[in-house]
């Protein structure tokens, strides 16, 4: 059973940075495509950053050029770096093992508790 196990989130200002990690239990973590997703208050889940097994990295618009997504399969883990922070993340940051069906990426497994950020003065 795969379990996901995220922390790092807290209460930062705006332009500050945090780093998020995810730890990854019960799969052949290094051949996983990884994601980082967050939900804001009443919106939808969204897909920020993407980690592939070969190391390739995507990033939506909204965090591109500040957050960095890495991962470190000696430790089953992979990170999320944020920098230049604004009110705008602020959100629930989850992580997931993905899977990808006509180039459309989708979480391939239950989500774990999640990590809140807040990013506020």
Same mark, same amino acid.
């Given at each position: 059973?795969?379990?996901?196990?995220?922390?790092?989130?807290?209460?930062?200002?705006? /332009?500050?940075?945090?780093?998020?990690?995810? *730890?990854?239990?019960?799969?052949?973590? &290094? +051949? =996983?495509?990884?994601?980082?997703?967050?939900?804001?208050?009443?919106?939808?889940?969204?897909?920020?950053?993407?980690?592939?097994?070969? /190391?390739?990295?995507?990033?939506?618009?909204? *965090?591109?050029?500040?957050?960095?997504? &890495? +991962? =470190?399969?000696?430790?089953?883990?992979?990170?999320?770096?944020?920098?230049?922070?604004?009110?705008?993340?602020?959100?629930?940051?989850?992580?997931?093992?993905?899977?990808?069906?006509?180039?459309?990426?989708?979480?391939?497994? &239950?989500?774990?508790?999640?990590?809140?950020?807040?990013?506020?003065?």
């Amino acid at each position: 059973q795969v379990q996901l196990v995220e922390s790092g989130g807290g209460l930062v200002q705006p /332009g500050g940075s945090l780093t998020l990690s995810c *730890v990854v239990s019960g799969s052949a973590f &290094s +051949r =996983d495509d990884m994601g980082w997703y967050r939900q804001a208050p009443a919106k939808e889940r969204e897909l920020v950053a993407r980690i592939l097994s070969s /190391g390739k990295v995507v990033y939506s618009d909204s *965090v591109k050029g500040r957050f960095t997504i &890495s +991962r =470190d399969n000696a430790k089953n883990t992979v990170y999320l770096q944020m920098n230049s922070l604004k009110p705008d993340d602020t959100a629930v940051y989850y992580c997931n093992r993905l899977g990808v069906v006509a180039g459309y990426y989708y979480n391939m497994n &239950s989500w774990g508790k999640g990590t809140l950020v807040t990013v506020s003065s």
